[in-house]
């Protein structure tokens, strides 16, 4: 069984930046970040592996980082330059590493970004 905490959502203005931090419990292979915009079906925003290996949506790519900290089992989203297109409720994941929905083994709550213009 896998939890997964999320914290460090928040309001910010375009061009801003956030960090997103998500608490693990429980053993698995990879994490990742997904979100669903107002309107839209829940997507996938970049993973990582137990070995550091990474994926990003395109979207994202160049403006957001994912970390993990295997000592405390945290996982990192730094977003950059965050645009009123990225508002989103930002997920938290556990299962493999191909950002598809279908693949999660475990969700977080859920924590809400807002970019304001």
């Known amino acids: 069984q896998v939890q997964l905490v999320e914290s460090g959502g928040g309001s910010v203005q375009a061009g801003g930046s956030l960090k997103l931090s998500c608490t693990r419990s429980?053993?698995?292979?990879?994490m990742a970040w997904f979100r669903q915009r107002p309107g839209k079906e829940r997507e996938g925003v970049a993973s990582?592996?137990?070995?550091?290996?990474?994926s990003y949506a395109d979207s994202v790519k160049g403006r957001f980082t994912v970390s993990r900290d295997n000592a405390k089992n945290i996982l990192y989203l730094d977003m950059n330059s965050l645009k009123p297109d990225d508002t989103a409720a930002y997920y938290c994941?556990?299962?493999?590493?191909?950002?598809?929905?279908?693949?999660?083994?475990?969700w977080g709550q859920g924590t809400q970004v807002t970019v304001s213009s």
């Open positions: 994941a556990a299962g493999d590493c191909s950002l598809r929905v279908d693949r999660v083994s475990y």
């Open positions: 990582m592996d137990q070995y550091g290996r990474t």
């Open positions: 429980g053993y698995t292979y990879c």
